[in-house]
C-alpha cells in the first residue's frame, strides 16, 4: 500500500507531526520533493525535533527512510541534522537512511545567487528562505546541476563542475559578485559528502522491489498545495511539486500509484513569507494566536503570518491532492477563544466567491468572516470524541462539511500521542 502525507495549505499544517504518529505502520517512509527551505516539528519520547531534509520517520527504529530523487540536498545541512539526531540516540544508517542517486545538490553559489536576488527585488522578494532551493532546481532543469549519484565519481565530477561554475560566474558576474572558485566548491564536496557516500543509492530499484513485496510505503511531502509550483499561489510558491500526484515520481517509482492520501491541515491558517494570504489577521488578534499557537517558521525562525480558518482555500486544497480523509492539527490552541473566526468566503470586487481564485483576481481578495462559539476548555487530555465539549465537535463538523472531506484525526497537543481519531 502506497499512503501519501500532504499539506493542504500553505505548509506547516503538521505533515512531520502526522507521519511520526502514523509511520509506525509503515516499512518505508519516502520524503518526495524540496530541501531544507521549511521543517517538520516532531515531539515524541525521545524529545524535540526539527527536520528539515530528513522523513520524519527516521524517528521510528523499525522503518526505512529515503530521501527521493525529487529532492534538492545541501550536503553541509543533511550532515549537520543527521550529527544533531545521532547526538539524541537516534540511529541513522545505511540501513535506515536511502538517499537517491538522481537527487540535486543544493551548492553553495545557489545560496550565494538566493540571497542575492532577493537582496535585489527588495519590496518585491517573493519571501524565499535564502537557502538555495530555487537557484537548485532552475539548474536541474536547465540540465546545470549535480546529482548525488556523481559524488560517487570524484575525477569526472570535477570535470563536470568546472564547467557549471565557468557557466555560474557568468550569472554571478551581474550581481557584481567575486567569482566562484572550483577549488573551494571541490572542498566543500569533498568534507560534506565523504560521510554520505554510504546512503547514495538507486532508490528506485530499492522501491521498485519493495513494491512487488507488498511492502508499506508512505511518502511524505513537504509545504502544502498552496505552494505548489504549477497549482500554488504562483510565484510565492516553492520551486517543486507539493502535491499527492507527484509523490511517486519524485520518490523515485513514476509507474506506482498513490493508494490513500492524508490530507492535513491546522484548525486556523498560517503563512510563511510573501504572497496573498486572504484570511490574514492582524493587530491584538492576530498576536494572540501567533503566541498560542508558537507559530514561527521550523526552518527560519520567522514569525508565522495567521489568520482563521479558511475555508475557500482548503476546499481548493483539498480538491489539488485529492484527499481522501483529513487530519486536523492545533485544534487545542484554539481552546483561549470565546469566539472562533471563520474565513468562509472571499469579496473581489464587491462580489461574493466561495471558490479559489488565481493571478489578480486572489491578490483583490477580501476576507468574509463569520464567528463559532469557542469551547473554552482544554482539550489537551482528550482522547475520544466523546471527551471532546459539544462546541469543539460541533467545530470539527463544520470545517468537515465546508471542505467536502472527513476528518479522521484531529491532534490536541503536540506530543506523539497527543490525537483523537473520529470516526
Known amino acids: 500500500m502506497i499512503t501519501a502525507i500532504v ?3 500553505w505548509g506547516d499544517e503538521g505533515k512531520g507531526r502526522m507521519v511520526d504518529l502514523l509511520s509506525s505502520d509503515y516499512d518505508i517512509i519516502c520524503r518526495y520533493q524540496g530541501g531544507n527551505n521549511a521543517g517538520h516539528t516532531v ?4 524529545g524535540k525535533f526539527i527536520l528539515n531534509l530528513l522523513p520524519s520517520g527516521i524517528l521510528r527504529d523499525n522503518t526505512v527512510n529515503v530521501m527521493g530523487g525529487g529532492m534538492v540536498i545541501d550536503l553541509e545541512h543533511l550532515c549537520g541534522e543527521i550529527s544533531a539526531l545521532r547526538s539524541k540516540g537516534v540511529k541513522i544508517t545505511p540501513e535506515t537512511l536511502k538517499i537517491s542517486d538522481k537527487a540535486f545538490v543544493c551548492m553553495p553559489y545557489h545560496k550565494q545567487q538566493d540571497i542575492l536576488e532577493e537582496d535585489r527585488l527588495a519590496e ?13 532546481y532552475g539548474d536541474k532543469y536547465l540540465k546545470k546541476g549535480i546529482r548525488m549519484g556523481d559524488l560517487l565519481s570524484p575525477d569526472k565530477l570535477a570535470e563536470k563542475l568546472a564547467d557549471i561554475v565557468e557557466w555560474k560566474n557568468i550569472t554571478l558576474g551581474g550581481y557584481g559578485e567575486e567569482r566562484v572558485k572550483l577549488e573551494s566548491m571541490m572542498e566543500w564536496i569533498s568534507e560534506f559528502s565523504e560521510p554520505l557516500l554510504p546512503f547514495i543509492t538507486d532508490t528506485t530499484i530499492y522501491l521498485t522491489k519493495a ?13 502544502g498545495a498552496l505552494r505548489d509550483i504549477d497549482y500554488g499561489i504562483y510565484p510565492y510558491t516553492t520551486s517543486s511539486h507539493t502535491l499527492a500526484a507527484y509523490g511517486p515520481a519524485g520518490a523515485g517509482i513514476p509507474g506506482a500509484k498513490v493508494d490513500c ?14 504572497g496573498p494570504f486572504t484570511a490574514e489577521l492582524f493587530g491584538e488578534e492576530a498576536s ?4 498560542a499557537g508558537a507559530e514561527y517558521g521550523a526552518a527560519t525562525g520567522r514569525p508565522r503570518r495567521v489568520g482563521g480558518f479558511d475555508v475557500v482555500a482548503s476546499r481548493y486544497g483539498v480538491k489539488m491532492q485529492g484527499a481522501d480523509f483529513l487530519a486536523l492539527t492545533k485544534l487545542d490552541v484554539l481552546s483561549y477563544l470565546d469566539r472562533i ?3 468562509l468566503a472571499y469579496e473581489i470586487d464587491g462580489e461574493r466567491c466561495e471558490s479559489f481564485p488565481t493571478g489578480e483576481r486572489l491578490v483583490k481578495a477580501k476576507p468574509v468572516y463569520e464567528y463559532m462559539d469557542g469551547f473554552k476548555t482544554d482539550i489537551s487530555g482528550c482522547r475520544k470524541p466523546e471527551d471532546l465539549p459539544e462546541k469543539a465537535m460541533e467545530y470539527i463538523r463544520y470545517i468537515e462539511g465546508a471542505v467536502g472531506c472527513p476528518i479522521r484525526y484531529v491532534s490536541v497537543g503536540p506530543g506523539r500521542e497527543d490525537y483523537i481519531e473520529v470516526k
Open 124 to 136: 518585491k522578494k517573493y519571501g524565499s528562505t535564502r537557502r538555495g532551493i530555487a537557484p537548485a
Open 261 to 274: 492520501v492524508i490530507g492535513i491541515m491546522k484548525a486556523y491558517s498560517t503563512c510563511v513569507g510573501e
Open 341 to 343: 473566526p471563520v474565513c
Open 43 to 46: 515531539i515524541n519520547d525521545k
Open 288 to 291: 494572540a494566536l501567533r503566541e
Open 211 to 223: 513494491v512487488e513485496n507488498g511492502k508499506n510505503i508512505l511518502l511524505e511531502a513537504q509545504l
Open 7 to 9: 499539506g493542504i495549505n
